[in-house]
């Protein structure tokens, strides 16, 4: 990728499989990354196995977020781009609590937004780009799922619209959109059984199977490079074709009712 080499981008939630995913690919290319997540458990040892940095940081807490902006630019001596990877599944549809909504939102949706105003003076110096990470979520209904799917949706809003308001700095904003992948909520849902994730996921997408973190990765890195120099207020599908189906499944229903 053209113009990642030597410049700074911090990964929100970057300790998840995907966030690590994520500062892998961007370390890859020559990018000096931050991995700012709560879990310093796997957050720290990610860091050091990337050769990337980790800074604890409490997305929801703006000291943290601050402090998170202020030491990576005093450490690399820049800062160029933020990847909101961070976020919380917390779920119980009709019967969520005023308290878990505010709560998933925090940390969903605010809290990237508190990052972006913390980190614009740099990223507008530096003619710099962020990613926002949607879901196939935001754009379908999904029995037993509200939370999850409207903070992703609004991701997808704030995306257009900082992208608008952000184009007169210099900075490109974008999204990404996975499908279903292999990640921590899939481990924990399938208990580490990724044929079993796969077979689940297989209908649901055109190239019946779900994901890995590096598909999405490639494409954040390509979002964040010179090669997307015209790329700005999208959203990109990575999403093996889910989204693409529609109400479809890729297997033929006909026969099913002729059975």
């Given amino acids: 990728m053209k113009g990642l080499q030597n410049k700074t981008a911090i990964v929100s939630g ?8 994520v500062a892998q690919t961007l370390t890859e290319y020559g990018v000096n990354v931050v991995i700012a997540d709560l879990n310093e458990a796997d957050g720290a040892p990610a860091a050091a196995r990337l050769g990337a940095r980790f800074i604890r940081t409490d997305i929801t807490v703006d000291d943290d977020i601050h402090a998170l902006v202020a030491r990576t630019v005093s450490e690399t001596g820049r800062l160029d781009y933020l990847v909101n990877v961070a976020c919380t599944y917390l779920d119980n549809a009709a019967e969520t609590s005023r308290a878990d909504w505010l709560k ?14 913390a980190a614009r003076p740099h990223l507008a110096r530096n003619k710099g780009a962020i990613v926002n990470f949607g879901s196939i979520s ?26 608008m308001d952000l184009a007169p700095d210099g900075i490109r904003v974008n999204a990404v959109s996975p499908g279903w992948t292999w990640s921590n909520i899939m481990v924990q849902l399938t208990n580490n059984d990724r044929a079993k994730a796969d077979k689940v996921a297989a209908p649901f997408h055109l190239l019946g199977r779900e994901g890995d973190a590096g598909e999405v990765a490639e494409t954040v890195a390509f979002l964040l490079s ?7 207020g999208t959203d990109i599908c990575v ?3 889910y989204t693409a189906m529609g109400p479809e499944r890729a297997e033929p229903a006909i026969p099913l009712l002729m059975a």
Avoid: C, E, H
């Fill in 14 to 21: 970057g300790a998840t499989l995907i966030g690590q995913a």
């Fill in 104 to 117: 998933a939102f925090d940390v969903n949706v605010v809290g990237s937004i508190i990052l972006m105003q």
């Fill in 138 to 163: 935001a754009r379908v209904a999904q029995i037993g799922r509200w939370v999850y799917p409207v903070s992703k949706a609004a991701i997808l809003q704030l995306t257009r619209n900082q992208a």
């Fill in 226 to 232: 010179d090669q997307a120099s015209f790329i700005t």
């Fill in 239 to 241: 999403d093996g074709g």
